[in-house]
């Protein structure tokens, strides 16, 4: 590995270090921003289709494994994801898409194979929502999953540190 690349990966480090020891601030359902615009992001049930789309857009794929019933899934979407688009990020820097874990229909995977949602949370190892993973076009984790959510405090600035790295090593060819 680059020194350029232990460089991004332990500064990223940093800033997830920083995030589990900030305090977080837990709002109410009524304090969700909802009187500002929201956009909701794509569901996804085609992975080969997207990573070709990603490989030839050479952006990173940012994919949210999300439950109907999680709060925290919602706030996530309204307060950090759903503003990225809005601003342009989707598709200029990352992909943002998402899985519904009570997905019924069957998925297509990286490789093309028919796959259920539940096939693919345990072969992406998700263990709680939301989690959040930067891939490349082939499915591979770029840099470590984000797990969880509590507060718009530091999140966006983790994640913009998280997609930056991803499209360095993107760009490089490397990953984890």
Not at 51 to 72: K, N, T, Y
Request: hydrophobic residues 45%; charged residues 25%; glycine residues 8%.
């Amino acid at each position: 590995m680059s020194r350029l690349q232990n460089s991004i990966i332990c500064q990223w480090l940093a800033l997830a270090l920083l995030g589990l020891f900030a305090l977080p601030v837990l709002a109410d359902e009524d304090d969700m921003a909802e009187d500002g615009p929201h956009t909701q992001l794509t569901e996804v049930s085609d992975l080969q289709a997207l990573g070709r789309m990603v490989r030839e857009a050479g952006v990173p794929i940012l994919l949210m494994f999300a439950s109907e019933d999680c709060h925290f899934c919602e706030r996530l979407e309204a307060e950090v994801l759903g503003p990225m688009k809005l601003v342009g990020d989707d598709p200029r820097r990352v992909l943002l898409r998402k899985i519904m874990l009570e997905t019924a229909d069957s998925l297509r995977d990286f490789q093309g194979r028919e796959i259920s949602a539940d096939e693919l949370v345990r072969r992406k190892r998700v263990g709680m929502v939301p989690t959040l993973y930067l891939l490349d076009g082939e499915g591979r984790e770029l840099v470590p999953r984000i797990v969880g959510y509590t507060s718009p405090d530091f999140y966006p600035a983790y994640l913009d540190q998280a997609i930056d790295v991803a499209r360095v090593l993107l760009r490089q060819g490397t990953g984890p």
